[in-house]
């Protein structure tokens, strides 16, 4: 595969469609292409993180305790890695071979330097995403204490 269709490829995904062409160019440029064989982990879980991972080609299974979710191409694994250190609370592991790009965070922050328009970007990005996350938590968390008989 290309750099030009890496590019085009990281840039459908968040939280590189909030970057410039030639950021993305630059994280494409700068990540190490990763072969990953069949039965292989990714990483375990509770490692600490230093770089996300996106998958070229070929699918990844996820999982935390009892629950497994499988991503295939064009899916970012370790958002949060690229932007913080991180403990991964789950393991990926290959179900089938596959090809990734690993993306050091360093150089996403190094790209956020390069392109300060687009770090506000990305942050308003994560905060809405989070704010999304968080508020059926709230929701759910009001209706239960709002139900709740105080203790006297």
């Known amino acids: 595969m290309s750099l030009s269709q890496d590019v085009l490829r990281l840039a459908a995904v968040a939280p590189f469609s909030a970057l410039p062409r030639e950021a993305v160019q630059i994280v494409a440029f700068s990540s190490e292409r990763i072969l990953l064989k069949a039965g292989h982990h990714l990483f375990l879980g509770s490692a600490r993180s230093d770089a996300g991972y ?24 370790g958002e949060t890695a690229l932007i913080a250190e991180v403990q991964r609370r789950y393991e990926a592991s290959a179900v089938e071979d596959c090809e990734l790009l690993r ?50």
């Open 54 to 77: 996106f998958v070229l080609s070929g699918s990844l299974d996820l999982r935390s305790g009892k629950k497994t979710k499988r991503v295939e191409a064009d899916t970012l694994i």
């Open 103 to 152: 993306i050091p965070r360093m150089v996403f922050r190094r790209v956020l330097e390069e392109f300060p328009a687009a770090k506000k970007d990305i942050r308003a990005s994560l905060r809405r995403r989070a704010g999304a996350l968080v508020a059926p938590l709230e929701a759910a968390g009001n209706g239960y204490f709002a139900q709740q008989p105080r203790k006297r």
